[in-house]
């Protein structure tokens, strides 16, 4: 089983639906991110969670919640999509007990608002 | 604010070159820099991180890149490509201590057979 598990991997939906993007984690971290990925622009932070009583907003929150149930699942949200939200969408997860040495990524949701 | 620039966009090579991507972030304390690539259709992996030390950085898949302290730059080289090496190569940086990677937009690398 993969480490960081993204679900779904696809998804097309209409615009003003609700969707939920779930991410779970097998590494124990206690850090989890949110990444939307558009061509020419890399990696924006939506938002993050270094532990689950504490969530925080990123470069580009606008849109989008978060919810951390569980120190090994982080969910972002998408109250009323859009198309501009049409993206693929990465979690990520990284250790604070240890030396920061890069994240661990989901493998993605490729999401399509139409 | 902190950010990262990656000055190609896209990169055709063919196989058997020498590849190197630039890359310049802007932030005055101390950092540490990183490499992702990202295969077609999965996600991105670390190919090389920078903490401190050795300036020249060794990754996997033959991967290596130097730290220039005084240019602010962290470019990835290669010697030879080969065509699996076609994907998107990320570099980002983190200040040190801090908790916030900063992505660079990315370079995609399509080497030809």
């Known amino acids: 089983d993969a480490d960081v598990t993204q679900t779904p991997r696809n998804r097309i939906t209409k615009t003003g639906k609700r969707i939920m993007l779930e991410c779970s984690q097998t590494k124990g971290h206690d850090r989890m991110y949110w990444y939307r990925q558009d061509p020419g622009l890399g990696l924006r932070l939506i938002y993050y969670s270094f532990d689950v009583k504490d969530i925080n907003k990123g470069e580009i929150s606008d849109g989008y919640s978060v919810s951390r149930q569980a120190q090994a699942k982080f969910s972002l949200s998408l109250e009323s999509a859009i198309p501009n939200q049409t993206a693929l969408y990465f979690c990520?997860?990284?250790?604070?007990?240890?030396?920061?040495?890069?994240?661990?990524f989901g493998s993605g949701t490729r999401l399509t608002v139409v | 604010a902190q950010s990262v620039s990656q000055h190609n966009h896209h990169v055709i090579l063919s196989e058997a070159a020498s590849l190197e991507l630039g890359c310049n972030y802007s932030y005055g304390g101390t950092v540490n820099l990183f490499w992702y690539v990202q295969y077609p259709g999965q996600h991105l992996q670390l190919l090389l991180k920078?903490?401190?030390?050795?300036?020249l950085v060794k990754g996997i898949k033959g991967f290596e890149a130097e730290f220039i302290k005084s240019k602010f730059s962290f470019n990835l080289r290669k010697p030879s490509v080969q065509w699996s090496d076609t994907a998107e190569y990320f570099c980002?940086?983190?200040?040190?201590?801090?908790?916030?990677?900063?992505f660079g937009a990315g370079t995609r690398l399509f080497v030809k057979a």
């Open positions: 920078y903490f401190s030390g050795d300036p």
């Open positions: 980002a940086v983190i200040r040190t201590g801090g908790f916030k990677t900063i």
């Open positions: 990520a997860t990284s250790d604070s007990t240890r030396d920061f040495h890069g994240y661990t």
